[in-house]
């Protein structure tokens, strides 16, 4: 359905704060498109030390580097042909290199306000964010950071640069777009660039790509995005950073070939993602299908659907001299050629630390639509077997998480009256909850058996269809929950720790059925208790470290963070650095556990498969431990733990931790050796106090 006509400009209260964003989409209903994509068209704002490069110019330079030839000359030693390895060159940058044509990016600028305008009522954006962005631009190159939670993603970025007319960027993609006919050619135009999904093992691809990226960074002006997480995240949170392109971007400043870069966060928010369903299916095994230009003329269904808004929140920027220049000493390999030293562990761990510190940005300037909390109620009343709620009762939950969040300064999108706002939420979202006319909001079902294939030649779902069909509405409400997780995180993980510690430690003796108190108790033993409160904090944060943004060394902040939010709300009594009573069953406790119950869940179960499971391969181990998860969830209704984002998350973490050793048997076969103490240990650490073996691993 169209979408009305908003105002040009809109304030929307978030939380106890007003934030004014502008509308780009409001002049496009006035006026023409073709008119405006047609418009005579300048950058402003562009990088003073510019240098105007062609394509082939670009080529050139890579082709004539000294790490090209360097690889080149090491790769003839060991006895290649130097022809064919300059014509493999030539072939990688045919292939990857970008255009960027003027023409094609006004096709663009035609097409997607139409299909906007369509499926989106606003798309908001903080323009004090963009005019931060135009000067930084003069003085420095940037490298646009935004989240990746859609292929809507893709080209918003650059609609931007043209609806404010800065400096178009130059986009890493994927192969897959590469092969979509006719569309691949055009968001090449547009200033993607193509890179392979793997190639480190790849010296050659490895050294052109480094060059040609460092070349547009260094030389061209045009700002460098691509997407941090690598991927887009079908779980609704934030993916832990790849470290590939942000290494090689950071080098030009490590290796003294730029006084400074920019970075800058670009936060992405959606009331309603396109791909929500897909998503659900996909994390719980169903194949992806391929990229192709069929599939995305048979996705312009969705033009008859309503998305809600876009929320886009253009951060400050980052520079790089100031983050990483404490960390490193560039002095030391000042006198090597730079192309001979690759990043050091030290300078590694540090870009490591940066790209956690900008996702850390990215999170801070997300704006949270009141349908994730909305889908946090909605998942608890499914937990308990029922499939509705009286609107009076959502309304009612709803405000009070908004003024839980407001404690810590989360920012929630509410536009106009509360209860108008909700009804919004639930009109534009009315596929997945709706009003009656006795009113109750229903949840519905969403997976009807017989309309999705579950499996493709090479795949198939290991889950009963009766699971499937619960878990695809867990799971899309999952998503949305996932995308407001960040902001109770670390209170969530205290009161995880709290109760886990509360039966089980004499400092802390039961006072009446709901609180726990420590008076009378002496001032040393309630320092060791608030000691092994915080080591368990520890441990979570490290547990859990795969599935949640923390940043390095952080550890007491994020700590006295998730105990402030707590505190404040009367649950937790702290007095001289002491805790004096807990109210274990608090609303505030009860909603911070189930906030992490899928995720408790999932990892418990994975520690239990991996004690009782030997001899297999990680995916095996996966599927195995999502069958476990299967019948723990049928009791207990936990669906959303399936998810297999989840699982590999888990594996990869307790693998990292020593809980599981992988070796590779000479048949190729790899074995994986359950460490029994340190699962049980784990196991113990989700209910009770971590042994001290495990503490002392971790």
């Given at each position: 359905?169209?979408?009305?006509?908003?105002?040009?400009?809109?304030?929307?209260?978030?939380?106890?704060?007003?934030?004014?964003?502008?509308?780009?989409?409001?002049?496009?209903?006035?006026?023409?498109?073709?008119?405006?994509?047609?418009?005579?068209?300048?950058?402003?704002?562009?990088?003073?030390?510019?240098?105007?490069?062609?394509?082939?110019?670009?080529?050139?330079?890579?082709?004539?580097?000294?790490?090209?030839?360097?690889?080149?000359?090491?790769?003839?030693?060991?006895?290649?042909?130097?022809?064919?390895?300059?014509?493999?060159?030539?072939?990688?940058?045919?292939?990857?290199?970008?255009?960027?044509?003027?023409?094609?990016?006004?096709?663009?600028?035609?097409?997607?306000?139409?299909?906007?305008?369509?499926?989106?009522?606003?798309?908001?954006?903080?323009?004090?964010?963009?005019?931060?962005?135009?000067?930084?631009?003069?003085?420095?190159?940037?490298?646009?950071?935004?989240?990746?939670?859609?292929?809507?993603?893709?080209?918003?970025?650059?609609?931007?640069?043209?609806?404010?007319?800065?400096?178009?960027?130059?986009?890493?993609?994927?192969?897959?777009?590469?092969?979509?006919?006719?569309?691949?050619?055009?968001?090449?135009?547009?200033?993607?660039?193509?890179?392979?999904?793997?190639?480190?093992?790849?010296?050659?691809?490895?050294?052109?790509?480094?060059?040609?990226?460092?070349?547009?960074?260094?030389?061209?002006?045009?700002?460098?995005?691509?997407?941090?997480?690598?991927?887009?995240?079908?779980?609704?949170?934030?993916?832990?950073?790849?470290?590939?392109?942000?290494?090689?971007?950071?080098?030009?400043?490590?290796?003294?070939?730029?006084?400074?870069?920019?970075?800058?966060?670009?936060?992405?928010?959606?009331?309603?993602?396109?791909?929500?369903?897909?998503?659900?299916?996909?994390?719980?095994?169903?194949?992806?299908?391929?990229?192709?230009?069929?599939?995305?003329?048979?996705?312009?269904?969705?033009?008859?659907?309503?998305?809600?808004?876009?929320?886009?929140?253009?951060?400050?920027?980052?520079?790089?001299?100031?983050?990483?220049?404490?960390?490193?000493?560039?002095?030391?390999?000042?006198?090597?050629?730079?192309?001979?030293?690759?990043?050091?562990?030290?300078?590694?761990?540090?870009?490591?630390?940066?790209?956690?510190?900008?996702?850390?940005?990215?999170?801070?300037?997300?704006?949270?639509?009141?349908?994730?909390?909305?889908?946090?109620?909605?998942?608890?009343?499914?937990?308990k077997g029922q499939w509705s709620l009286p609107l009076t009762k959502l309304v009612e939950d709803v405000k009070w998480l908004v003024s839980l969040?407001?404690?810590?300064?989360?920012?929630?999108?509410?536009?106009?009256?509360?209860?108008?706002?909700?009804?919004?939420?639930?009109?534009?979202?009315?596929?997945?909850?709706?009003?009656?006319?006795?009113?109750?909001?229903?949840?519905?079902?969403?997976?009807?058996?017989?309309?999705?294939?579950?499996?493709?030649?090479?795949?198939?779902?290991?889950?009963?269809?009766?699971?499937?069909?619960?878990?695809?509405?867990?799971?899309?409400?999952?998503?949305?929950?996932?995308?407001?997780?960040?902001?109770?995180?670390?209170?969530?993980?205290?009161?995880?720790?709290?109760?886990?510690?509360?039966?089980?430690?004499?400092?802390?003796?039961?006072?009446?059925?709901?609180?726990?108190?420590?008076?009378?108790?002496?001032?040393?033993?309630?320092?060791?208790?608030?000691?092994?409160?915080?080591?368990?904090?520890?441990?979570?944060?490290?547990?859990?470290?795969?599935?949640?943004?923390?940043?390095?060394?952080?550890?007491?902040?994020?700590?006295?963070?998730?105990?402030?939010?707590?505190?404040?709300?009367?649950?937790?009594?702290?007095?001289?650095?002491?805790?004096?009573?807990?109210?274990?069953?608090?609303?505030?406790?009860?909603?911070?556990?189930?906030?992490?119950?899928?995720?408790?869940?999932?990892?418990?179960?994975?520690?239990?498969?991996?004690?009782?499971?030997?001899?297999?391969?990680?995916g095996a181990l996966v599927l195995a431990i999502q069958g476990n998860i299967e019948n723990v969830v049928s009791k207990n209704g936990v669906y959303?733990?399936?998810?297999?984002?989840?699982?590999?998350?888990?594996?990869?973490?307790?693998?990292?931790?020593?809980?599981?050793?992988?070796?590779?048997?000479?048949?190729?076969?790899?074995?994986?050796?359950?460490?029994?103490?340190?699962?049980?240990?784990?196991?113990?650490?989700?209910?009770?106090?971590?042994?001290?073996?495990?503490?002392?691993?971790?």
């Amino acid at each position: 359905m169209a979408q009305a006509a908003p105002e040009t400009s809109s304030t929307i209260s978030v939380s106890s704060q007003s934030v004014h964003y502008m509308d780009m989409l409001a002049e496009r209903r006035e006026t023409s498109d073709l008119r405006w994509a047609l418009r005579n068209w300048e950058s402003k704002g562009n990088y003073k030390f510019a240098i105007k490069m062609t394509r082939a110019e670009v080529f050139d330079k890579v082709m004539q580097s000294e790490r090209v030839k360097h690889t080149i000359e090491k790769m003839v030693a060991s006895g290649q042909d130097r022809e064919s390895l300059e014509a493999e060159v030539s072939s990688i940058l045919e292939q990857m290199g970008h255009t960027q044509e003027l023409a094609v990016i006004r096709k663009f600028a035609f097409v997607l306000p139409k299909i906007m305008k369509k499926i989106y009522g606003r798309i908001l954006i903080n323009e004090e964010g963009i005019e931060k962005l135009r000067s930084t631009i003069v003085e420095t190159p940037v490298i646009l950071l935004p989240t990746h939670r859609s292929y809507a993603d893709f080209l918003l970025v650059s609609y931007i640069a043209y609806h404010f007319n800065l400096p178009l960027p130059v986009i890493a993609a994927g192969m897959d777009f590469m092969n979509m006919a006719v569309v691949g050619e055009m968001l090449r135009g547009s200033g993607a660039f193509y890179i392979r999904r793997s190639f480190m093992d790849n010296p050659l691809y490895w050294a052109v790509f480094q060059e040609y990226v460092q070349n547009l960074v260094e030389h061209t002006g045009s700002p460098l995005e691509f997407f941090l997480e690598g991927t887009r995240s079908r779980s609704g949170k934030s993916l832990p950073p790849k470290l590939g392109l942000l290494g090689c971007v950071l080098e030009c400043w490590l290796r003294g070939r730029l006084p400074d870069l920019a970075i800058v966060p670009v936060s992405i928010s959606y009331d309603r993602t396109l791909e929500e369903k897909l998503y659900a299916y996909e994390l719980l095994g169903v194949p992806k299908p391929p990229e192709s230009t069929s599939g995305l003329l048979k996705a312009t269904s969705i033009l008859k659907e309503s998305f809600g808004n876009i929320c886009i929140h253009v951060g400050d920027p980052l520079s790089v001299r100031s983050f990483l220049g404490p960390q490193v000493e560039r002095h030391i390999r000042a006198s090597v050629p730079f192309h001979l030293v690759p990043l050091g562990k030290s300078e590694f761990n540090a870009c490591e630390a940066l790209g956690l510190h900008v996702l850390r940005k990215i999170q801070e300037g997300a704006v949270v639509s009141l349908w994730s909390l909305m889908c946090l109620q909605f998942i608890r009343v499914l937990w308990k077997g029922q499939w509705s709620l009286p609107l009076t009762k959502l309304v009612e939950d709803v405000k009070w998480l908004v003024s839980l969040l407001d404690k810590i300064g989360g920012k929630v999108a509410i536009e106009g009256i509360f209860e108008e706002a909700l009804m919004k939420n639930l009109d534009v979202h009315n596929q997945i909850a709706c009003l009656r006319e006795d009113g109750d909001v229903y949840i519905q079902q969403i997976h009807q058996p017989g309309t999705q294939v579950l499996h493709s030649q090479n795949k198939k779902v290991n889950l009963t269809s009766a699971t499937v069909e619960h878990a695809v509405i867990h799971l899309m409400l999952q998503h949305y929950i996932n995308q407001s997780i960040h902001l109770l995180i670390r209170p969530a993980l205290v009161a995880q720790a709290l109760v886990s510690m509360v039966d089980h430690n004499p400092v802390c003796p039961v006072e009446g059925e709901n609180s726990l108190v420590s008076n009378g108790v002496n001032p040393e033993m309630q320092e060791r208790f608030m000691s092994e409160l915080q080591a368990r904090f520890v441990f979570l944060r490290t547990l859990f470290g795969c599935d949640f943004i923390f940043e390095k060394d952080r550890e007491g902040k994020d700590f006295m963070e998730g105990l402030a939010l707590l505190t404040w709300c009367g649950e937790v009594n702290v007095v001289q650095g002491a805790i004096h009573r807990v109210e274990r069953n608090g609303k505030v406790m009860s909603t911070l556990l189930d906030l992490i119950r899928p995720f408790t869940v999932a990892y418990s179960c994975t520690a239990r498969t991996m004690t009782s499971e030997t001899l297999l391969d990680n995916g095996a181990l996966v599927l195995a431990i999502q069958g476990n998860i299967e019948n723990v969830v049928s009791k207990n209704g936990v669906y959303s733990a399936l998810s297999l984002d989840t699982i590999r998350h888990a594996v990869r973490t307790l693998t990292k931790i020593g809980a599981v050793t992988k070796t590779c048997r000479s048949s190729g076969q790899v074995v994986l050796t359950p460490n029994d103490e340190i699962l049980h240990n784990i196991r113990e650490a989700l209910n009770r106090i971590p042994l001290t073996p495990l503490q002392s691993k971790l």
